[in-house]
């Protein structure tokens, strides 16, 4: 970066001009009026930020993020998020509807939720919170400060969901955010985002705050690594892309798959333990990465279970109706084992029955089957509201069937237990970035539980449930004893 000296003079220029007048005149860095000053051509203009290729996405984000950091004081961070959250509550029921249309996966009513949760419960600039250290050799300061501009890639899953959530925390800490999101879920992504960017610059914000390329594709995501302007990834979706960025040689936040497994024990409160496994494994048809996957009953719980989960509503399949549902639902892999048909990831249950000529009424919100812990509904992270539950012979046999499910992803896991040296020693074992006891597992990111939501789990490179601290760079300032210390 070179700066003339023309450059200087005019910023001097600008500050006297501030103290002259009493004001803060806003003191745009010399790099950044070089970019704003030069002709844009139309398509590199975007469109509320929505652009034609990868590279102005991400020179608009990089200029908005120097303005970011130069004129908005950490209030006016807190009022853009505050219009932010007022933005998105107003589009709540109409991304819900247009996700459902979009993608054809989950439930419009669950999405409702799922939002509310994220726009209610995402922490923003309140969580950076300063450390400071005072000792004989002088005063420590360590702040959260941005990294800069974050290329963000979102699932199909949870499109909005997750642009919301990720837009709160990166910007709380002064980034700004080139999204890539998922093809299958474009078009009420960049509505999203479009919404946003008009309700941050109605609130005084800066343009291009949100940017994405309205054509998202895998290359977007190596351009995106390659660009030397981008200083973090933050991959929410499959372990593929989690994998990808974690090779592309740049920081990133990876959030991928899950396969959550329960455990229910003989000492389980098993009414609380049906109710509240139909309410979490058919919440959205069961695509969120956290929701429950499998189920090991431990010797007379199972009986019981099965009886609770029906009393619930369920409909519990048959041993031949299940192997026709692996047919449709599951395809053999080349080399063995099976992957999921995405055909039928996140339909409603009743839709996927009368496929094998089961009639039941929407309201039959999850099919339950009887499996062996090997069976593939235990082991392909299947996203259907399709239920495997396993009977065990003992604790110990459902805590080692639960780590062969889980695939040392270390996501989610849940146990229904009166017994606390069960309940911890299940947590030890399977070491998941959330763990919940007693409950469904959307209590682990706040819908029913306590404690701030977010659709970004960082399990692999472990920032787990990410806020606006995993988002930024701590950085340290030192004074020598003799200066602000006041003991
Ligand atoms: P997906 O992996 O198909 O897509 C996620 C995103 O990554 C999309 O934007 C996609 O275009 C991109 N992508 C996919 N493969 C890529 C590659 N090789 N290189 C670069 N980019 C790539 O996932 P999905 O179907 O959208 O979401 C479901 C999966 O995501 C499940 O496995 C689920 O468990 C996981 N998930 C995890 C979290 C979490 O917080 N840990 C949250 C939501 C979803």
Redo the contacts with the bound molecule.
Sequence with gaps: MDITSQEIDAIVQKVLAGIQTGGAAPVQPSYTCKTAAAAAPASAAGDNGVFENVDDAVEAAWKAQREWVANFKIEDRRRIIEAIRRCARAHVEEWSRKIVEETGMGRYEDKVEKHLAVINKTPGPECLTTEALSGDTGLMLEEYAPFGVIAA??????PTETIINNTISMIAGGNTVVF????RAKRVSAQCLQELNKAIVEAGGPANLLTMTRE?T?EA?DQLAANPKIRLMA????M??VN?LLRSGKKCIG????NPPVIVDETADIALAGQKLYEGASFDNNIL?FAEKEVFAVGSAYDGLLHELKKNGAYLLSAAQTEQLVRICLKPKKNGGHEVNKDWVGKNANEILRQIGVQVPDTCRLAVCETPADHPFVLV?QMMPILPVVRVGSFEEAVECALVAEHGNR?TASIFSKDVDHMTRFARAIETTIYVKNSATKAGVGIGGEGHCT???A?PTGEGITCAKSFCRRRRCVLAEGGLRIV
């Design positions: 890639i979102t699932p199909t899953t949870n890539n999101v998922h093809p998202p895998m995501v991959g929410t979706g499959g593929g892309m990808a959030a991928g798959a899950g990465c992270e996501h659709m970004t789990i399990g």
